[in-house]
């Protein structure tokens, strides 16, 4: 039984393989594994965490490769739903010349036409949540009438078997058709979450601040507010304890899903040490300084999920790179 269920959306980034050119110009893609609650997933399963990814997929070849990875990786796939007609969500990325990436298309596809979007709550396989402690959930979700309810279902059966809400505000605007809803419908699921993750941007967008103690004071009931900043680290307010984290520095090559693997290795340390670890500042300290380790060595290999680091990989990092 997986200890953390991830739920959201599960896809293949279509990375243009060419340098500086507009997505008409391209000549070829080459598509990687991606989708951040599956990431995060992943990069549990690799910390030695269990858990499992619930969301959508088509009965094409994409889903196909996609579970496959799942089941290679070793996450629980009781809660993935195979949709006969809705193809899987595919996006396309361009590159500029110095490899930045920007969103340039879902190929034929509409954003709202994808299997992801038609997510079925009443189909949440409810023993998964009999059993685990903990439900991490993205926002895009929130995007699609379908799955909005698929979220609300598993909000609701998070609350009967009292699991702890994680939520990563990830917010992509190309996701969504009307730019007006989402804020106040990522404040209305704040209430309910336990902790939350969110961009120095995010956090300016949705509270007018990127104090997480400022943050935490606002939602009242929140157990931890984690304020990541890339290449600058993280701010955090866990419980009473306030602080901040610089990064480790390393050779990055691609920081794709460094934020998944950071989340990850957070849930993963919040397992080990118990909740009451985050009273005590250093064990709080610690918590953090592992997830940016799992950040750091994410980001020194390409891929969001092939780069994700070993347990044994964390703790020979940490060794020889003190906080
Ligand atoms: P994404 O959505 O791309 O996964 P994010 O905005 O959720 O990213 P970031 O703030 O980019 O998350 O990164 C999360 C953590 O990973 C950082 O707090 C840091 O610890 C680590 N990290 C990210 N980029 C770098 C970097 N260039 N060098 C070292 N560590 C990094």
Redesign the pocket.
């Known amino acids: 039984n997986p200890r953390v269920l991830c739920l959201g959306e599960i896809l293949f980034d279509c990375l243009a393989d060419q340098l500086g050119l507009t997505l008409e110009e391209v000549k070829s893609w080459t598509p990687y594994p991606g989708g951040?609650p599956a990431n995060v997933a992943c990069a549990l399963v690799k910390l030695g965490t269990s858990a499992g990814f619930i969301g959508a997929v088509g009965e094409d070849d994409p889903g196909n490769q996609l579970v496959k990875l799942l089941e290679e990786v070793g996450v629980d796939i009781t809660g993935v739903q195979r949709h006969s007609t809705a193809p899987t969500r595919q996006v396309y990325v361009v590159r500029d010349l110095a490899g930045d990436r920007s969103f340039a298309g879902f190929g034929e596809y509409d954003t709202s036409e994808f299997a992801d979007t038609r997510l079925q709550g009443q189909k949440l396989p409810e023993s998964l949540f009999e059993n685990a402690d903990f439900l991490v959930l993205g926002t895009l979700e929130l995007a699609y009438p379908e799955s909005e309810q698929a979220i609300h279902r598993a909000l609701k059966l998070a609350e009967q078997y009292d699991l702890k809400i994680i939520l990563?505000v990830?917010w992509r605007p190309v996701f969504w058709q009307d730019l007006n809803i989402p804020r106040q419908k990522i404040l209305a699921l704040l209430k309910q979450v336990d902790f939350l993750k969110l961009?120095q941007e995010e956090a300016q967008w949705l509270f007018d601040t990127s104090d997480p103690g400022a943050i935490t004071y606002r939602l009242g009931s929140i157990e931890g507010v984690l304020v990541?900043?890339?290449?600058h680290?993280?701010t955090y307010c866990l419980g009473e304890n306030e602080g901040h984290l610089p990064?480790?520095?390393?050779n990055?090559v691609d920081?794709?899903?460094?934020?998944?693997?950071?989340l990850a290795g957070f849930i993963h340390q919040l397992i080990e040490h118990g909740l009451q670890g985050l009273q005590n500042a250093t064990t709080a300290q610690r918590i953090v300084a592992y997830?940016?380790a799992v950040?750091?060595l994410t980001?020194i290999k390409p891929g969001a999920i092939a780069s994700q680091p070993t347990a044994a990989e964390v703790q020979a990092f940490l060794a020889s790179h003190k906080i």
């Not at 990064?247 to 390393?250: F, G, I, Q, T």
Request: proline content about 0%; glycine content about 18%; aromatic content about 8%.
């Open positions: 951040a990563d990830n961009s990541t900043k890339g290449e680290g993280c990064s480790y520095a390393v990055v920081t794709t899903g460094a934020g998944d693997s950071f997830a940016n950040g750091a980001t």
